[in-house]
């Protein structure tokens, strides 16, 4: 089993900036990924950045390429996401995601509590 640990979050205004910060701990693994999603109310939730561990490549939902930095700490398993100019648009619950990769194409999720960021206008 995976932990996740979530820290940030909260309300700014249209504009402003937050950090999300997410530690992972428990069992290792060799080949995984970490990043975000988040769910509006009524909507699904979607991806918003990753990086994997393995290779540092870095993946980002198109609506926030420019505003979002994604980026770790190896050394302390932990994954932080900069939002940048917020947009009341950003408002969402953001869950932070242990995605674990095995042999043919398996992928295992670990997710964490999920924590509210608010942008109003």
């Known amino acids: 089993q995976v932990q996740l640990a979530e820290s940030g979050g909260g309300l700014v205004q249209a504009g402003g900036s937050l950090r999300l910060s997410c530690a992972a701990s428990?069992?290792?693994?060799?080949?995984?990924?970490m990043g975000w999603y988040r769910q509006a109310p009524g909507l699904e939730r979607e991806f918003v950045a990753a990086v994997v561990w393995t290779d540092g490549s870095i993946y980002y939902k198109d609506s926030v390429k420019g505003r979002f930095t994604i980026s770790r700490d190896n050394a302390k398993n932990t994954v932080y996401l900069l939002m940048n100019s917020l947009k009341p648009e950003d408002t969402a619950v953001y869950y932070c995601?242990?995605?674990?990769?095995?042999?043919?194409?398996?992928?295992?999720?670990?997710w964490g509590q999920g924590t509210q960021v608010t942008v109003s206008t």
């Open positions: 428990g069992r290792t693994f060799s080949d995984y990924a």
């Open positions: 995601n242990f995605k674990v990769y095995g042999p043919q194409r398996y992928e295992e999720d670990y």
